[in-house]
Structures are given as structure tokens and as C-alpha cells.
């Protein structure tokens, strides 16, 4: 089956600039996880949906960050105006939600905030 | 509060040794632990999880509820282990947090 599909994969950006990153999950998986990955740290959750209902957003920066799922498949999440402590690798996992509690990962965008 | 607590960054072993990445646990409820492991320039992937009671590759872990531990141990380290592991703790809802990850060394 195909992976959890991410893009882009690389981006630079200045400081107060926009940015935007897609994921498309494994076909079926009903939750879907965006994860920051700031360099010699563990990922931190940002944002939890269940289908197209945000279950857990609680360490998500709201006065720069949104992300949204529209339709319960695809995800995109925006990072608006960005910072220099922004710069990290942005991961995108998606679970079943029945049973397993496997999540699986995308290959994850990196962002340089310059 | 969750926390999942991995207290080294760097373990380092010979080819043979035998490894323990430790993994400490906070959470009021029953949670459900796991161990994700990131191979150089591949993605994370999981490794085990504490309901599955499996090996992986030769390593094993045990929740101890007790201690509030999870630690992933495995009897001879290969070269091909060298990786970063994340302990992992699952809440209601699917929710799940990471530790800070270990990254494992093994030398020849």
C-alpha cells in the first residue's frame, strides 16, 4: 500500500513569510497527526484529527499556525507569519484509530526559517 | 500531564554488548507504550508495542507499571541497530506524545 505522502519536502523561507505543507494519509486511516520535529528533539504533537474533526490541538501556535482536513482525507497544515524558531521538520502520521495504535509517518517536510 | 522521558541522547555499545535504552512514563491512566525507531534517511517507523508482548528484531520491552517504565533492551547489539529510538505513550483518543529519543551507536 502507498505511504503516507508528504510534500514539500524541503523549504526556505525569510522570517514573517507564509508557508504551507500538504500530507495525503494511507487510504482509510481515519486519524491523521501533524508532529513538529525541532533539530535533537522528539517530535511534538501540533494537531490531532479524527476524519475531518480536530480531536486535540492544544500545543498548536494558533496565532500563526492553522491546519485543516477537508473531507476527512487530505491535510494541509500553514504556518503564517513564520519565525526563526519555526525552522524544523514538520511530520505527518496517520493510524487506522481502531485497534492499532500504529502510527504511520511521512518522510516530512523541513523547514529553514531564515 | 503526559511526559515520556528518554534520560539518554547518546548510548554507545560494541557489536555483541547488550543494550538498554531507557523510557520513563507519566500518565494517570492505562497507557499503551510503544518504541519507534528511525533508521538513517529512512522514516519513523514502529518497532513494538507493550500490548503485543513480541521481539522485534531481537529487542523486547516490558511496561512496569511500578516503575513507570518501558525500557527497550535487546541481549547482542548488531551494527545494523544504529538508529534513533523514540519511546512513545498513547492516551485516550489515539492521542500520542514522544520522548526526546535515544540515538544508539553500535560499534564494530
Known amino acids: 500500500e502507498a505511504g503516507v505522502a508528504q510534500s514539500p519536502r524541503y523549504k526556505i523561507i525569510e522570517k514573517r513569510q507564509s508557508v504551507a505543507f500538504w500530507c495525503n494519509p494511507i487510504?482509510?486511516?481515519?486519524?491523521l497527526y501533524w508532529y513538529q520535529q525541532i533539530l535533537g528533539q522528539g517530535p511534538k504533537l501540533l494537531i490531532q484529527?479524527?476524519?475531518?474533526?480536530?480531536?486535540?490541538d492544544s500545543q498548536l501556535p494558533k496565532d500563526r499556525f492553522s491546519a485543516e482536513r477537508l473531507k476527512g482525507v487530505d491535510s494541509t497544515l500553514k504556518i503564517q507569519p513564520a519565525k526563526l524558531e519555526d525552522s524544523a521538520v514538520y511530520l505527518c502520521?496517520?493510524?487506522?484509530?481502531?485497534?492499532?495504535?500504529?502510527?504511520?509517518f511521512g518522510e516530512g517536510s523541513r523547514l529553514t526559517v531564515l | 500531564a503526559q511526559r515520556v522521558t528518554q534520560p539518554e541522547k547518546l548510548l554507545s555499545v560494541f557489536k555483541g554488548a547488550p543494550v538498554e535504552l531507557k523510557c520513563n512514563y507519566s500518565?494517570?491512566?492505562?497507557?499503551?507504550l510503544f518504541w519507534y525507531v528511525q533508521y538513517s534517511r529512512q522514516r519513523l517507523q514502529l518497532l513494538l508495542r507493550h500490548i503485543s508482548r513480541e521481539s522485534i528484531k531481537g529487542f523486547t520491552a516490558d511496561l512496569n507499571k511500578g516503575e513507570t517504565s518501558f525500557h527497550l533492551k535487546k541481549p547482542f547489539a548488531q551494527e545494523e541497530d544504529s538508529a534513533m529510538y523514540y519511546c512513545?505513550?498513547?492516551?485516550?483518543?489515539?492521542?500520542?506524545?514522544f520522548g526526546a529519543g535515544t540515538r544508539l551507536f553500535v560499534k564494530a
Open positions: 512513545a505513550l498513547m492516551s485516550g483518543g489515539f492521542k500520542t506524545i
Open positions: 500518565y494517570s491512566g492505562s497507557p499503551e
Open positions: 487510504s482509510g486511516h481515519a486519524t
Open positions: 484529527f479524527q476524519n475531518n474533526g480536530v480531536v486535540d
Open positions: 502520521a496517520s493510524s487506522p484509530g481502531q485497534n492499532t495504535g500504529e502510527l504511520f
